[in-house]
């Protein structure tokens, strides 16, 4: 029966900032939610019920939430403003001091407007014809909103094409799309239903969350329906109708808010952040002990820079299947051992894991007897799933007895062996019949309406075990699928992405729809994960991109068996070399920003627009991307390029070319060199870079020596940063910590700065360097002391 949401509604009941509507059949209610001041939700419950109790998403501020959920009508962490609420004929309005919403008692149709001075701006509408409906016994809720050709969409996570997603349709799926198309293929791994509207003529941005698990399809304007006019929509496979309206007022404020609201980006330890070795071929070889030990000697001798290892799941493989929590010990004969060797190196081990077991696991029986897996409703017995090349059954991390065996399983084979870290893999949930369901910590439910939930519950496990296990060390986690709230526990990539030239580049537009979305760290395989291997040039684009993302990790299956790693080819070697070098110059910024993600909710990657709206054409595709607040990369994602056009975006003190020194001004395109020797890497003036200045080799990368790079403005003006340095392992990061604070005050003939410590935490270096381009000829001085350019200052206790 189909359910079109056109009967007047009644405003009933008004208590705790929840506006309580009802349908004149009584059938549905609506509840109005006034969290924030630009913050406002609409619940839908049909006949009285919630398909869905609680929420794993919305953790407003928080670091996390327990397994089982929050209570989806918890508003507790919301500020819960003053607003009014007035009925004027056929039209409710609600008001707080940012946003109006009008609500036409036919039909329940939604307006919303953001206020600007005394002026309020449209920012949204529900389609006027046939906004809400539910197919109910089939499909779940849509959601119909008015589009115009102004409009630009950004968001939905994890998603391939342009960055701006109008004129498209997604499919919110998670499926193991290896190989996929970064331009074309959809779905992919990640469920991340939310999506910023800009509109072009009023600068005005708001975003919109479906707090939803079920499979749904965003159209975002490639349907046309005469009856309708222009529209976009949400329809969802089952589940409730819940969504969140974030008003911006621009793009930046909309991210940062939704961030907050689904709770703090972990922060990771500090080796997270430097190259991680990876590939399947080490693990899958009869020698795999062996093989793993020639990579740390390589390492060694080509002088490779690398902080972890990231051990395939061949380590559990019987003949050629992979048993999850099994070790192959003709493979590894002494994996302590093997843990042993790469700790003295200092290289940490992180193990890859899978949610289902095969159907000949050694443990599949005894999991089944406990009634572990996720079930078939009909049968009662385990939901048998494709998997591999293989079937088995997908464990159900909503059943409490699972959630602490899997936990207990990563203490006893994982971490008592050395392992340091756990990487999710695997893990979309791929079960397609419609007889499944879960446990639903005591309460039953259908598998398709919290299909998304089992990834973020597994990761949350394996966070658990590892905190449990190491309560004083940080836990670091990579997972490759995932939902809205996942951000709380890991790293994350881009999945099993295709070796091609053009995959750097719409991997990159992934990126940024990631960094709208909500989930800031996190990076893509190196080198590409399948197909051929890529040649050299290829190669070393694809390294130079990787340095600048948080996660740096070369990682492959190549079709025709060879295999990604730094020395693959000689001829570029020494180019790979320092590009890591590189990568280990600038992770004192890396680390800062890692640290401003977590505490001040702001990307990483960002868009180039993101600081720039004033400028519009920031908002053109493009191939570049904002690293923190201060280094634009320009990375080349073409062949035989050895120069790089860019559009500078407007600022007034303009840009530095960040390696030749040269300066240009903002509000220009500009071509600049790009060598395979480095990463094009643009500053803005005004800037502030901390970097480890310490000259390192494979057995010497503990050394650490702080620099700051500055790129003075060209007049006067002040400028300042923060650099933030702890241990960079305990968790006592939020107590035991001390910003480098230096400022610089710059005018025609000199640049005075000044550098001081706050904060508890005994720095490694007493002493520090600061760096100007060396075009730069303005007196210097540090603290009021005369200072000769890039050498040490003596910091004060």
């Given amino acids: 029966m189909s359910i079109l949401v056109k009967q007047a509604f009644t405003l009933v009941k008004e208590e705790s900032n929840i506006l309580h509507f009802q349908s004149e059949l009584d059938h549905m209610e609506v509840k109005i939610m006034i969290l924030e001041e630009d913050i406002i939700r609409v619940l839908f419950v049909t006949d009285g019920t919630l398909q869905v109790k609680k929420t794993w998403s919305v953790a407003p501020g928080m670091d996390d939430i327990p397994a089982e959920g929050r209570s989806r009508l918890d508003t507790s962490g919301f500020a819960l403003p003053v607003y009014t609420c007035e009925s004027v004929g056929e039209e409710y309005t609600v008001k707080t001091k940012k946003l109006k919403l009008t609500i036409k008692r036919d039909a329940f149709k939604l307006n919303w407007f953001y206020r600007q001075g005394e002026e309020w701006i449209p920012l949204a509408s529900d389609r006027k014809t046939q906004a809400y409906h539910y197919e109910l016994g089939t499909n779940g809720p849509a959601h119909y909103l008015k589009r115009n050709h102004?409009?630009?969409?950004?968001?939905?996570?994890?998603?391939?094409g342009h960055v701006d997603k109008h004129g498209k349709r997604y499919r919110m799926q998670t499926i193991d799309a290896m190989g996929y198309d970064a331009e074309f293929t959809d779905p992919l791994y990640k469920h991340i239903p939310f999506y910023i509207t800009r509109n072009q003529k009023t600068g005005l941005s708001f975003g919109i969350f479906y707090d939803n698990l079920a499979n749904s399809i965003f159209e975002m304007g490639s349907e046309l329906d005469n009856y309708h006019g222009y529209y976009r929509y949400y329809e969802a496979e089952k589940g409730d109708l819940d969504y969140y309206i974030i008003a911006g007022p621009r793009v930046k404020d909309v991210t940062r808010k939704f961030a907050w609201m689904t709770g703090k980006t972990i922060l990771p330890p500090k080796w997270s952040l430097g190259y991680s070795g990876s590939t399947m071929s080490y693990t899958d070889a009869p020698n795999a002990q062996e093989q793993l030990s020639r990579f740390l000697q390589h390492c060694k001798e080509h002088d490779?820079?690398?902080?972890?290892?990231?051990?395939?799941?061949?380590?559990?493989?019987?003949e050629d299947k992979r048993y999850v929590f099994h070790w192959n010990d003709s493979k590894f004969p002494n994996p302590q051992k093997m843990a042993q060797d790469f700790h003295e190196q200092g290289v940490k081990l992180c193990a890859n894991i899978k949610p289902c077991l095969l159907h000949n696991h050694p443990l599949f029986d005894k999991l089944k007897q406990k009634e572990m897996f996720i079930k078939n409703q009909g049968t009662g017995q385990p939901e048998i799933a494709q998997f591999w090349d293989e079937t088995g059954a997908y464990l159900d991390f909503t059943k409490r007895e699972t959630y602490d065996w899997w936990k207990q399983q990563v203490k006893e084979k994982l971490m008592e062996y050395g392992i340091d870290a756990t990487w999710n893999d695997n893990n979309e949930f791929e079960i397609w019949s419609q007889s499944a369901s879960c446990d639903g910590f005591g309460e039953t439910i259908d598998f398709d309406v919290i299909r998304a939930v089992q990834p973020l519950l597994m990761m949350k496990a394996s966070y658990e075990a590892q905190k449990e296990f190491n309560p004083d060390t940080r836990p670091y986690l990579i997972s490759r699928s995932g939902c809205v709230g996942m951000h709380r526990y890991v790293q994350t990539w881009t999945g099993d992405n295709r070796t091609s030239w053009k995959t750097i580049k719409f991997n990159n537009k992934m990126g940024i729809g990631l960094s709208l979305s909500g989930i800031y760290n996190f990076g893509h395989d190196v080198g590409g994960f399948s197909g051929?291997?890529?040649?050299?040039?290829?190669?070393?684009?694809?390294?130079?991109?990787?340095?600048?993302?948080?996660?740096?990790?070369?990682?492959?299956?190549?079709?025709?068996?060879?295999?990604?790693?730094?020395?693959?080819?000689?001829?570029?070697?020494p180019e790979i070399r320092e590009l890591i070098k590189f990568r280990n110059k600038i992770i004192p910024y890396l680390y800062t920003s890692l640290y401003e993600a977590h505490a001040s909710h702001l990307p990483i990657i960002r868009p180039t627009f993101w600081d720039f709206e004033h400028d519009d054409q920031t908002f053109e595709e493009n191939d570049d991307f904002m690293l923190g607040d201060s280094l634009l990369v320009a990375s080349v994602v073409e062949k035989n390029q050895r120069e790089r056009p860019v559009y500078l975006p407007k600022h007034a003190e303009g840009w530095y070319d960040l390696h030749t020194g040269e300066w240009y001004e903002g509000g220009q395109h500009v071509t600049i060199p790009a060598p395979l020797s480095y990463v094009p890497l643009l500053a803005k003036a005004g800037s502030i870079i901390p970097v480890n200045q310490a000259e390192v080799t494979f057995e010497t990368k503990e050394k650490d020596e702080r620099a700051f790079l500055l790129f003075p403005q060209k007049g006067s003006g002040v400028s300042s940063y923060q650099c933030y340095e702890d241990d960079g392992i305990s968790n006592q990061f939020e107590d035991v910590f001390a910003f480098l604070t230096v400022e610089t005050e710059v005018s025609k003939d000199q640049i005075s700065i000044t550098v001081h410590k706050e904060g508890t935490y005994d720095l490694p270096f007493k002493e520090v360097s600061f760096i100007v381009p060396e075009q730069e000829h303005r007196k210097l001085t540090v603290n009021g002391l005369a200072y000769d350019n890039g050498t040490f200052f003596k910091l004060q206790d």
């Fill in 532 to 573: 051929p291997a890529p040649e050299p040039e290829l190669f070393v684009r694809w390294v130079q991109n990787g340095i600048v993302h948080p996660r740096f990790t070369i990682h492959s299956w190549n079709d025709d068996e060879t295999v990604n790693e730094p020395w693959m080819y000689p001829g570029v070697l």
């Fill in 150 to 160: 102004e409009e630009q969409y950004f968001g939905l996570g994890e998603k391939s």
């Fill in 304 to 318: 490779i820079l690398c902080d972890s290892f990231q051990l395939s799941s061949g380590y559990t493989s019987i």
